[in-house]
DNA sequence: TCAATTGCGTTATGCTATAACGTGTGTCAT
DNA sequence: ATGACACACGTTATAGCATAACGCAATTGA
């Protein structure tokens, strides 16, 4: 009983811990720690980091979720559409960047096909194989830095 | 005893503990975790974590050293020229990305104005303030790769 | 049916980072 | 000089982030 149901919707079927670990994010409106989110599902039967770290592992792969590097935390992808992120099984859209506000904690997502097309030269040009790229901007908000 | 004591060569005058740390991470061919630093140092009097992450807190801020936010380490500066990385006093040239090989920890430092100035660009149109930015690409580099 | 795979739960542990306290030492305005 | 201040330092304790290692349950498919 413990195996992926399949939604009516959308992507990849995820298992109750996974849907209920995307879904804190999803309604967060800014990046969440695994502890967080831990707490936020004891009333749901977690009670160890292990469960929200399996789940987010998986939603990381299925690109449904991004980690931020700069904060240990994690947010819900910001685009939806189809196969965001780059690897669904379909193409993405390359290298996701974030701009993230220390005042707020809201975190912009947006991806510039210049910026990552400039890394690749580098890469290509030093004969280096990119897996991953991280780009985040910290800073204020335009709300905040009013 | 404990103030800083100036060198006859270089930028801003460090004191016993940031230069040993500085000197580790400078001898270092791979990026190094605060508590390895700290195993490092433990035959000159290093006990606690405390006394190298505040050694790096200073060398972080006089742009002597970088932090690998994917990977919670820290390295030396890849290039002193100067006031490098962009506080110092004087310019600093921009935000400064990393290369980092996943097999044989090797990391370069670079820097591409054009990537700033998208960046940059796509802040000024959200009217966001950027702070710091990072820029991390994980990978295997090209001797690894082969 | 049986082996392989995957998700799950639990306990224990390890790694990363900072809080809070007190000490000593230089600087400098008074 | 002296006293206020800033700063580096040392120590203990604690907080926050992440994974190892074990075993069980369910699904899949040869």
């Not at 009516?8 to 502890?35: E, G």
């Not at 599902?41 to 929200?52: E, M, S, T, Y």
């Not at 996701?96 to 220390?102: D, G, H, N, T, Y």
């Not at 005042?103 to 290509?124: I, N, P, Q, T």
């Amino acid at each position: 009983m413990n195996a992926p149901v399949s939604t009516p919707t959308s992507a990849p079927a995820l298992t109750k811990n996974q849907s209920l670990v995307f879904d804190v994010l999803d309604r967060a409106d800014a990046p969440m720690s695994a502890y967080t989110i831990l707490d936020r599902l004891r009333d749901h039967g977690f009670r160890a980091p292990l469960q929200v770290y399996r789940a987010l592992d998986k939603l990381l792969e299925f690109g449904m979720v991004h980690r931020l590097e700069s904060l240990n935390a994690f947010v819900a992808c910001a685009h939806p559409e189809s196969e965001c992120c780059g690897k669904g099984h379909g193409h993405g859209h390359g290298t996701v960047a974030f701009a993230i506000c220390e005042s707020c904690g809201h975190v912009s997502e947006f991806h510039d096909h210049e910026v990552d097309h400039r890394l690749g030269d580098w890469a290509k040009a030093k004969n280096f194989k990119p897996a991953k790229t991280t780009i985040e901007i910290r800073g204020l908000c335009g709300a905040c830095a009013a």
